[in-house]
């Protein structure tokens, strides 16, 4: 079965400060790991994806995660907050392997963002 | 291109009432996607579609159904709903996936339901 954790469920972080939003997954196979990010009364929206390659993958709206096998963490990063990145973030995990199931996404709980000015 | 759209935007319902959720995509997607999205749960997985005429249990299926007729809608059916039920529902389209070829799913805007 694969799993991830969002340990926190708030994050505040003041405007123009370097952010991190956490996230550790478990799955039996190769991970394939994504971020989305939900504004209020709206769905989600894809930030990056890490399939393979390099550990470091950059995405929208000037958004990075590392991906850290050893750790099996998925930390998303931005190296400066703006008052508009706050929403709530979402983690997800698919387990690569090609069998039954292996279509499915399953999303952290979801850690809010508060940036404040 | 107006993406994933969903009808309708809110819905209350009684007990015992059913009601259909519909999901309509213009991406020309194979795969489609519902979920329950409850506070502090993220969201969870109710049925999928890998196919026009095919659909398969996510992980909370229970009390829902699903049909997916045609390639760009996937249909959501609560035949008797129950409070628990009470949730915002989103629908999501992806391009086939083929191994490392993983490609990111595209969210509706959400249905609001309360079950009373």
């Known amino acids: 079965a694969q799993s991830v954790a969002q340990p926190e469920d708030q994050v505040n972080v003041a405007e123009g400060n370097p952010l991190t939003v956490k996230c550790t997954y478990s799955v039996s196979g190769n991970p394939y790991l994504f971020w989305y990010v939900q504004y209020p009364n709206r769905g989600l929206q894809f930030l990056l994806k890490?399939?393979?390659?390099?550990?470091l993958v950059k995405g929208s709206y000037g958004f990075e995660a590392e991906f850290n096998k050893s750790q099996t963490s998925f930390h998303l990063k931005k190296p400066s907050a703006l008052v508009s990145d706050s929403a709530l973030y979402f983690c997800?995990?698919?387990?690569?392997?090609?069998?039954?199931?292996?279509?499915?996404?399953?999303f952290g709980k979801g850690t809010k963002l508060s940036v404040i000015p | 291109n107006a993406g994933v759209t969903q009808t309708p935007k809110f819905r209350v319902l009684k007990t015992g009432q059913s009601m259909t959720l519909l999901c309509a995509q213009d991406m020309n997607h194979e795969y489609m996607y519902w979920y329950r999205q409850d506070p502090g749960m993220g969201l969870r997985l109710i049925h999928y579609s890998v196919g026009e005429g095919t659909t398969a249990k996510g992980e909370v299926p229970d009390g829902y159904n699903v049909s997916r007729l045609k390639k760009q809608n996937f249909l959501l059916g609560l035949e008797s709903a129950a409070p628990s039920q009470t949730s915002v529902y989103f629908c999501?389209?992806?391009?086939?996936?083929?191994?490392?070829?993983?490609?990111?799913?595209?969210f509706g805007p959400g249905t609001r339901l309360t079950v009373t």
């Open positions: 997800a995990v698919r387990d690569g392997y090609s069998g039954a199931g292996s279509y499915q996404l399953t």
């Open positions: 999501a389209s992806s391009t086939k996936s083929t191994g490392v070829l993983t490609y990111e799913q595209y």
């Open positions: 890490y399939i393979t390659g390099d550990n």
